[in-house]
């Protein structure tokens, strides 16, 4: 080949990884239809050349041979392929079906994390009106519910999340997040490892709460090493100092409600008294409490870690309080909001929560922003069919894998194969997909175009960015927004079906994501008709490489606070209520005998969830699926580093090597979520070959946070025994057999 023929067939492409919510900018160069090299795009306005290795998966996502191109029936034990018409036209006719059997709610959505990273995600929304069922599930009951709901009733919405500004902070308190792994969540903040040092730089301080020694905790200055499930208590500690001190509640942009009851309640809250529920001595919380007060600027800043407790709620509102009462809500170095090209948390502040609108089959849990807590899922599926409310008899799920992702009891699997219909939007044969009737696989990452709707709200600097098409889709594929638009006609009651078809169709064809996005921005903070000739529009950011700059974060919270008097409530009546039942509850870890440690997540830089296993280069290296103890603790039980052990819980069993290390605080264990790949007929060969274990096959589904349903996978109470051939039969999760029913 000429030089010149080289040229041409060589290409470089600027995007941006959307496999996590830092969507760092890469460049992808190709050679023809291969993907040759990916790389940080240097001129990238929020990671500015930043990348992790997760950014380098996106090629072997996009040429993995286990990866679907085609929709798949199940014929039998298998799969066949089948055109997309006849394939939609089966789904349409068994999912009316079944409404029309057994009513609108015999029918269950389900939303995986991988869902908000793309604009489709609007059409998964209208798919879900469609089926006009109650029965709406997504990841977000996982693992976002508390920091929601603390939001609705501080703030007056659930999606008034406070995001920590983190490029212009003095001090950062950092609590069950790991971002130099992560790159945050609802605080995008790529390259968080370049940030850290940026404080440091700059004569600010960084202080990471957290059971474990982790990657962000490495590069702080102070690693406070939390009992799980304390976070509560540290923080009521800190908050009993600051008042009494005196500096504090202080002024700011919107005033505070409720901050005599705040006052009265922490009064007892002594750090001495504190000390032992939250594992930190009186004394560190004295000073963690004063040089957050004394600071010129300081955010407290709390994620998965923290919604992953019974305490999730509280938790979050206590760091929100925390940052308000010491003047850090909603201003520079503080706690803000983003003024994103699409401005949608001004658009929506006003609908309601809906808690509590309607309630589980078995009225165990409510609902929360129209949507029921996932760990309810199976017991909707496994009900009694003479129950009036009568069991889910049909599924749709949209980029999920809530069989390895969700605690179920170990239940998830039967109940999938008791429904009567299971239709996946998926682009793998997964632990959870391999039960469906029918999969719709989307195109791949690279070759999509999109303008993300969701994440400039929770970036840490504004931002319009363009997600530019790699390849073009292969003939005979359709995008996800494609699939999900097509799926929602389907689903229209016959008479709407016949007279709106068509037009429906046409108008999803005129206003696909790219219309609606260039519509926002048009409309939005930014955009034109509200700056004039130097406004946004999406054809500018799309011709932009790299984005555009949109300036740091303002204070703005006095336009969007949504509650009736328009203050920030710091003393919501029911958290007040059940935080002095925590209180008066006395400690009882003395009586728990069999199972001695608690167990905690943990997160690795080369995996995304249940995503990237079948990735080589992600799982290449050292046996990442294993249980962390302290040495005293493996010491204790004569384990040895390496060895296999069975972790066990009041529920279930799995068995993982052992790693022993002093990173983890003593009487806890660690233990990464996301694997457990041995189940038959998964279309996943390299993650077969590197299966690991299900940890959530651990966690009781009914131990969730106490406002929300939310799981509570932090501090469940396991024990590590070493596994013998005697035991082996006996170490699997704990299943309960149901009887099958598929027509």
């Known amino acids: 080949m000429t030089a010149e023929g080289a040229a041409v067939s060589t290409r470089t492409v600027a995007r941006q990884c959307t496999l996590c919510e830092a969507h760092c900018g890469i460049l992808v160069t190709v050679d023809r239809d291969r993907v040759t090299r990916i790389e940080g795009d240097p001129d990238d306005v929020l990671s500015h050349g930043y990348i992790c290795p997760k950014a380098t998966a996106l090629a072997d996502l996009h040429h993995d041979p286990d990866r679907l191109r085609r929709p798949m029936r199940r014929v039998g034990d298998g799969f066949e392929e089948i055109g997309w018409d006849e394939a ?33 995600v609007v059409y998964g929304i209208a798919l879900r009106v469609a089926l006009l069922t109650r029965k709406f599930y997504s990841a977000s009951s996982i693992d976002q519910f508390p920091q929601e709901f603390a939001a609705w009733k501080m703030f007056g919405s659930n999606v008034l999340m406070p995001i920590a500004d983190v490029d212009r902070t003095d001090r950062l308190l950092i609590l069950g997040a790991n971002p130099a792994v992560s790159n945050g969540s609802v605080t995008t903040m790529p390259d968080a490892r370049g940030r850290i040092a940026a404080i440091r730089r700059r004569g600010g301080s960084v202080v990471v709460v957290d059971p474990r020694r982790t990657e962000t905790a490495r590069l702080a200055d102070e690693h406070v090493a939390v009992r799980p499930g304390g976070d509560p208590y540290l923080l009521l500690g800190m908050l009993h100092t600051i008042l009494a001190d005196g500096t504090g509640p202080a002024a700011g942009t919107v005033p505070l409600a409720g901050t005599e009851e705040l006052a009265e309640l922490v009064a007892p809250c002594t750090p001495e008294a504190m000390a032992p529920r939250a594992g930190v001595d009186a004394d560190t919380i004295v000073r963690l409490a004063r040089d957050h007060a004394a600071a010129r600027s300081a955010v407290a800043y709390a994620r998965i870690g923290v919604c992953h407790q019974v305490t999730g709620t509280l938790t979050h509102w206590l760091v929100n309080t925390l940052n308000a009462v010491t003047g850090n809500l909603d201003r520079p170095g503080g706690q803000m909001y983003a003024t994103p090209p699409i401005d949608a948390a001004r658009l929506v502040r006003r609908l309601g929560s809906g808690h509590g609108r309607w309630r589980s089959r078995t009225g165990e849990h409510a609902s929360f922003r129209t949507e029921l807590p996932v760990v309810g899922l199976a017991d909707e599926m496994l009900g009694d069919a003479a129950d009036s409310a009568g069991p889910v008899r049909a599924l749709v799920t949209y980029a999920g894998n809530p069989v390895l992702s969700t605690p179920q009891g170990g239940r998830l699997d039967e109940a999938l194969d008791s429904l009567d219909f299971f239709v996946a939007v998926d682009m793998y044969l997964t632990e959870t997909s391999r039960h469906a009737d029918l999969i719709l696989p989307p195109v791949s990452h690279l070759e999509r175009e999109e303008f993300d709707f969701l994440f400039p709200v ?46 429906l169709r046409a108008v999803f064809d005129r206003l696909g994501p790219l219309r609606l996005g260039a519509l926002g921005v048009l409309t939005g903070p930014h955009g034109v008709l509200r700056r004039g000739r130097r406004g946004l529009t999406l054809g500018r950011i799309r011709r932009t490489r790299g984005g555009i700059d949109l300036g740091p974060l303002q204070p703005r919270l006095r336009s969007l606070v949504a509650t009736r008097d328009g203050r920030v409530h710091v003393a919501p009546p029911e958290f007040v209520d059940e935080t002095r039942r925590l209180l008066a509850e006395t400690e009882n870890d003395s009586r728990e005998t069999e199972f001695d440690l608690r167990l905690i997540g943990r997160r690795h830089l080369r995996s995304n969830n249940s995503w990237l296993h079948n990735i080589p280069t992600m799982v290449k290296g050292r046996d990442r699926c294993t249980v962390l103890m302290h040495p005293d603790d493996a010491a204790a039980r004569s384990l040895v580093h390496g060895q296999p052990v069975t972790v066990r819980s009041r529920i279930g069993s799995i068995v993982v090597p052992v790693e022993v290390s002093d990173e983890i605080r003593a009487g806890t264990v660690a233990i990464p979520h996301g694997w457990g790949h041995d189940e038959k007929g998964v279309g996943w060969s390299t993650a077969a070959a590197h299966p690991g274990a299900n940890v959530n096959l651990l966690h009781d589904p009914a131990v969730t946070d106490t406002f929300t349903g939310n799981a509570a996978v932090n501090a469940t109470m396991v024990n590590v025994t070493a596994r013998s051939e005697r035991s082996a039969d006996q170490d699997v999760g704990t299943r309960v057999s149901r009887p099958v029913r598929r027509t």
């Open 458 to 503: 929770f970036s840490v600097r504004n931002n319009a960015r363009f997600n530019a098409r790699v390849f073009e889709p292969p003939p005979d594929t359709l995008e996800d927004w494609q699939i999900l638009s097509r799926l929602t006609l389907e689903v229209l009651p016959l008479p709407l079906r016949a007279q709106l078809t068509r037009p």
């Open 88 to 120: 939609f036209a089966l789904a349409g006719n068994r999912l009316r079906a079944v409404r029309r059997r057994h009513g609108r709610d015999a029918i269950a959505m389900y939303l995986g994390n991988p869902a908000a990273h793309s604009s489709s």
